[in-house]
């Protein structure tokens, strides 16, 4: 993986992490908890989604989506967590 793949993946990780923390009442880490978020929300949703069959693309913004629905699901079992 060279440079630019990397700082790629942080920006998708960082934006998809701030929009779940949008959509996601009550939750944001600040920049570098979002930028995690995010990039843990990309792995959930690569896993995730190849099993139920689930594709909206390819590209930038079909990876940003990917990776902030998997961020919401994310922040969606952290609170369910806290909540317990």
Known sequence: MGIESLLVFIIIGAIAGWLAGLIVSGFGFGL??????GI?????AGWLFPRIGF???????A????ATIGAIILLLLIKLVKRA
């Open 32 to 37: 570098i908890g979002n930028i995690i978020v």
């Open 40 to 44: 843990i929300g990309a792995f959930i």
């Open 55 to 61: 594709a909206i693309g390819r590209g930038i913004l």
């Open 63 to 66: 990876s940003i989506f990917h």
